[in-house]
């Protein structure tokens, strides 16, 4: 069974610019989370679907940042216009259940602005 | 609000030594907490849980007890391998509606010499 998946791996872009990272989740996981990690601090919560629905968004920093998740399956993170302290490492997790089953991450993407 | 707080890294060990990755949390109500481990260039992976006070979580060597008294989830092992160097975050979890969110810590860094 694959796992999370996340794209791309690494996008290095200039302030201002437009960036969309995707995630993957494991076929049948109705739950989907973002975190990122930001100048190798802690993981913190973006928010969270259950299926195509936004269950909650309170983790998400400011409206230059739209998450979407057409038709309940993959999900996309879009920044626009990226800033400066937007850099890191943004981690998707998916889980069957969203009370009692584990989160399951991907790889996470780094982005880096300049 | 919840927190996490973990020893800082990096942690550098020779083969066979004992660990100690330090954990003390805050926390409404009574959290689930877990240890996630990430190898490089891989994701997060859950290492162990617990999720009531005076459980202990196990798993490959790794051992950690839910203490409520001391609000703490210190992770252990007792003699560590290269294979064990990765990045260790400390995380808990509360429900909140339906989600069930993940609050980390900053995350130690372990190398394990050979």
């Known amino acids: 069974e694959a796992g999370v998946t996340q794209f791309p791996s690494h996008s290095v872009i200039e302030k201002g610019q437009t960036v969309t990272l995707r995630c993957d989740p494991i076929?049948?996981?109705?739950?989907l989370y973002w975190y990122r990690r930001v100048m190798g601090k802690e993981i913190k919560f973006l928010l969270h679907?259950?299926?195509?629905?936004?269950?909650?968004e309170s983790g998400m920093p400011n409206n230059r940042f739209l998450a979407e998740r057409t038709g309940g399956t993959y999900s996309t993170l879009k920044v626009q216009p990226a800033e400066l302290e937007d850099s890191g490492v943004y981690f998707c997790?998916?889980?069957?259940?969203?009370?009692?089953?584990?989160?399951?991450f991907g790889p996470g993407t780094r982005l880096t602005v300049l | 609000g919840n927190s996490v707080t973990q020893m800082e890294g990096p942690v550098t060990l020779s083969e066979e030594a004992f660990l100690t990755i330090n954990c003390t949390y805050t926390?409404?109500?009574?959290?689930?907490l877990f240890w996630y481990v990430q190898y490089p260039g891989e994701g997060l992976q859950l290492l162990l849980k617990?999720?009531?006070?005076?459980d202990k979580g196990s798993n490959k060597g790794f051992e950690a007890t839910y203490r409520k008294e001391t609000t703490s989830f210190h992770l252990e092992k007792g003699s560590v391998q290269v294979s064990d160097s990765a990045v260790y975050f400390c995380?808990?979890?509360?429900?909140?509606?339906?989600?069930?969110?993940?609050?980390f810590g900053s995350g130690t860094q372990l190398t394990v010499l050979p």
């Open positions: 997790a998916s889980s069957q259940d969203g009370v009692n089953n584990e989160q399951f």
């Open positions: 076929s049948g996981h109705d739950n």
């Open positions: 679907f259950v299926k195509e629905s936004k269950q909650d």
């Open positions: 926390a409404t109500g009574y959290p689930s």
């Open positions: 617990a999720t009531k006070a005076d």
């Open positions: 995380a808990l979890s509360t429900t909140s509606g339906s989600a069930r969110q993940l609050t």
